[in-house]
């Protein structure tokens, strides 16, 4: 990677070539490059390959299976969205859970919201979180926090075990292949809906429309035969395929409208909690979608 050289391991040269493209076999005929100034970490786990470097104009990238993962620059914008959406949709959010999540940009956020007395992690790869603590000091600054429950494990399993727990539960995983294959099953929502509680609401990573449209309108498709309230919004992120990436969010209580901020923050709000995405406009304009989404779903 650094000199041209090919990836030593075949899965991560599989996606991400000797010059630094990311190429999926999930986004076909495209690829997005980043210079690589430096690699900084590079290992199999037992789940996958993980990779870290440094760029040179989007500070340190975690990668996993090939895959951007975060960025230092641009990571803001998809965690202030997947974790805010469903946390100001929801009057008074006290415990939360969060699957995936393992460089702790999520878990950041949601100890942002003085209401949140209790989270609890499930993330799968423990080298993922060791590699973050390392390499993405401003994302995993929160791992020691008093109210965080930290379990290494396998979301779906971890489910079976919590029913009626969670008023916000958020789902960071990577895509569709590898160790997330089974979050994006239509029993894995139901395993969801059984552990909120009667007025939670979720959010999870809803890949491109550019990309993915139709696993998104299976996704939204079979979450209306489970929840009374199922949303997909969109926004902007840089290094995601396409630049851009969607969050579906589902509520058990029917009458709730989750693309309305049931708490509004003022500007004064916005910085004391040094969102640099989320404010509450942004809230509602992310769940405005443009017509050939409207028609897919
Ligand atoms: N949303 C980002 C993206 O798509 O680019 C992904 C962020 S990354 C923190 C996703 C995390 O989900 C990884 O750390 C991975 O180990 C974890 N993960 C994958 N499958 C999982 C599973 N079955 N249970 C729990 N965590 C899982």
Same mark, same amino acid.
Request: glycine share 8%.
């Given at each position: 990677?650094?000199?041209?050289?090919?990836?030593?391991?075949?899965?991560?040269?599989?996606?991400?070539?000797?010059?630094?493209?990311?190429?999926?076999?999930?986004?076909?005929?495209?690829?997005?490059?980043?210079?690589?100034?430096?690699?900084?970490?590079?290992?199999?786990?037992?789940?996958?390959?993980?990779?870290?470097?440094?760029?040179?104009?989007?500070?340190?990238?975690?990668?996993? %299976?090939?895959?951007?993962? #975060?960025?230092?620059?641009?990571?803001? &914008? $998809?965690? !202030?969205? =997947?974790?805010?959406?469903?946390?100001?949709?929801?009057?008074?959010?006290?415990?939360?859970?969060?699957?995936?999540?393992?460089?702790?940009?999520?878990?950041?956020?949601?100890?942002?919201?003085?209401?949140?007395?209790?989270?609890?992690?499930?993330?799968?790869?423990?080298?993922?979180?060791?590699?973050?603590?390392?390499?993405?000091?401003?994302?995993?600054?929160?791992?020691?926090?008093?109210?965080?429950?930290?379990?290494?494990?396998?979301?779906?399993?971890?489910?079976?075990?919590?029913?009626?727990?969670?008023?916000?539960?958020?789902?960071?995983?990577? %895509?569709?292949?590898?160790? #997330?294959?089974?979050?994006?099953?239509? &029993? $894995?929502? !139901?395993? =969801?809906?059984?552990?909120?509680?009667?007025?939670?609401?979720?959010?999870?990573?809803?890949?491109?429309?550019?990309?993915?449209?139709?696993?998104?309108?299976?996704?939204?498709?079979?979450?209306?035969?489970?929840?009374?309230?199922?949303?997909?919004?969109?926004?902007?992120?840089?290094?995601?395929?396409?630049?851009?990436?969607?969050?579906?969010?589902?509520?058990?209580?029917?009458?709730?409208?989750?693309?309305?901020?049931?708490?509004?923050?003022?500007?004064?709000?916005?910085?004391?909690?040094?969102?640099?995405?989320?404010?509450?406009?942004?809230?509602?304009?992310?769940?405005?979608?443009?017509?050939?989404?409207?028609?897919?779903?």
């Amino acid at each position: 990677l650094q000199n041209g050289e090919p990836s030593a391991d075949s899965s991560s040269s599989k996606l991400l070539k000797s010059d630094g493209q990311e190429m999926g076999g999930a986004w076909p005929g495209q690829a997005f490059s980043l210079q690589v100034k430096k690699v900084l970490f590079h290992e199999k786990s037992k789940y996958q390959d993980v990779l870290v470097f440094e760029s040179t104009t989007y500070g340190n990238v975690l990668v996993l %299976d090939g895959i951007i993962q #975060a960025t230092e620059r641009d990571e803001f &914008s $998809y965690q !202030e969205m =997947l974790a805010h959406l469903p946390l100001f949709a929801h009057p008074n959010p006290k415990r939360v859970l969060i699957i995936g999540g393992g460089d702790g940009g999520i878990l950041r956020e949601v100890l942002k919201h003085e209401t949140v007395e209790a989270v609890t992690m499930c993330e799968i790869d423990e080298m993922v979180i060791d590699v973050a603590k390392k390499y993405l000091p401003g994302m995993s600054c929160a791992f020691s926090h008093p109210k965080l429950d930290l379990y290494c494990g396998d979301g779906f399993e971890f489910l079976k075990n919590h029913k009626n727990e969670f008023d916000v539960i958020i789902t960071d995983s990577s %895509d569709p292949v590898g160790p #997330a294959e089974s979050l994006f099953g239509q &029993s $894995y929502y !139901e395993l =969801l809906r059984d552990a909120l509680k009667e007025d939670g609401i979720l959010s999870s990573q809803g890949e491109s429309v550019w990309l993915h449209l139709p696993l998104i309108s299976h996704l939204v498709a079979f979450n209306r035969k489970i929840f009374p309230k199922v949303a997909y919004a969109q926004s902007i992120v840089s290094t995601y395929p396409s630049g851009s990436m969607g969050y579906l969010i589902c509520a058990k209580n029917e009458n709730r409208d989750v693309a309305t901020p049931a708490r509004e923050l003022s500007e004064e709000q916005v910085k004391a909690l040094n969102l640099r995405f989320y404010n509450s406009q942004v809230h509602r304009a992310a769940f405005v979608l443009p017509q050939f989404v409207k028609n897919a779903l």
